[in-house]
C-alpha cells in the first residue's frame, strides 16, 4: 500500500550448503531447509532451521535455537543459545543453553542447560553423554541398557559450577602463595 517494511529476519530459502555459505546477522534469521556439515549460522537473535543440523555451529547471542527435524552432531556439532533451545532430537552434539533445553531424545551428547532439560516424546529417551541442567531433568528413560555411560547433573547452573570450580583453583594457588 506504498509503504516500505525493513524486516529483522534474514531468510534462506533453502539449505545453508556452498551456494550459500557462513550467515553473520545481527537480527532473526530463518532457514527453511537444512544445515550441512561444516557451516556456520550466527545471529543476535532467534535462529529457527525447518530442516536438520549437520555437524555446524549455531549461534544465537540473545535469542533461541528452534530446530524442527534434529540435529546430527557429528561429534563436531555445536548448538550454544542465549535462550531456549527447542528440536525434534539431539544426537552426538554439544548443546549450551542459557534458558532451557526441550527435545525429543537426547543420544551421545554434551548438553548443558541454565534451567531445564526436558525430554518429551512418548519414548522420551536420555542415552549417553552427559546432561547438565540448573533445574531438573525430565525424561522418561534415563540410561541404556547397552551400557551406554550417561551422566546427569542437576542444581546448579553449569556456568556458574564452572565459574566455582575455577575460584576453588585460584584460592588453592593463592593459599599456597601464601604459605610460601
Known amino acids: 500500500n506504498g509503504k516500505v517494511f525493513v524486516s529483522d529476519v534474514y531468510e534462506v530459502s533453502g539449505d545453508v550448503d556452498n551456494s550459500v555459505g557462513n550467515i553473520e546477522y545481527n537480527g532473526n534469521v530463518h532457514i527453511q531447509g537444512s544445515v550441512r556439515g561444516g557451516f556456520q549460522v550466527i545471529a ?7 530442516g536438520v543440523v549437520e555437524d555446524a555451529l549455531i549461534q544465537s547471542d540473545d ?6 527435524c534434529g540435529i546430527h552432531g ?5 548448538l ?4 531456549n533451545v527447542i528440536t525434534k532430537f539431539i544426537e552426538n552434539a554439544s548443546v549450551f543453553s542459557g534458558g532451557y533445553v526441550e527435545a525429543g531424545s537426547i543420544t551421545y551428547s554434551d548438553v548443558s542447560a541454565s534451567d531445564d532439560v526436558i525430554v518429551c516424546e512418548r519414548k522420551g529417551t536420555i542415552a549417553g553423554g552427559v546432561i547438565r541442567a540448573g ?14 555411560a550417561t551422566q546427569i547433573e542437576v ?14 583453583r585460584e584460592i588453592s594457588v ?6 610460601n
Open 135 to 148: 533445574g531438573k531433568v525430565d525424561a522418561q528413560t534415563i540410561g541404556s541398557p547397552m551400557g551406554a
Open 155 to 168: 542444581g546448579m547452573a553449569p556456568d556458574k559450577k564452572e565459574r566455582y570450580v575455577q575460584l576453588q
Open 174 to 179: 593463592l593459599s599456597q602463595n601464601i604459605n
Open 63 to 68: 535469542g533461541q535455537i528452534i530446530v524442527k
Open 80 to 83: 550454544d543459545a542465549g535462550g
Open 44 to 50: 543476535k537473535g532467534d535462529i529457527i532451521i525447518d
Open 74 to 78: 557429528m561429534k563436531k556439532g555445536l
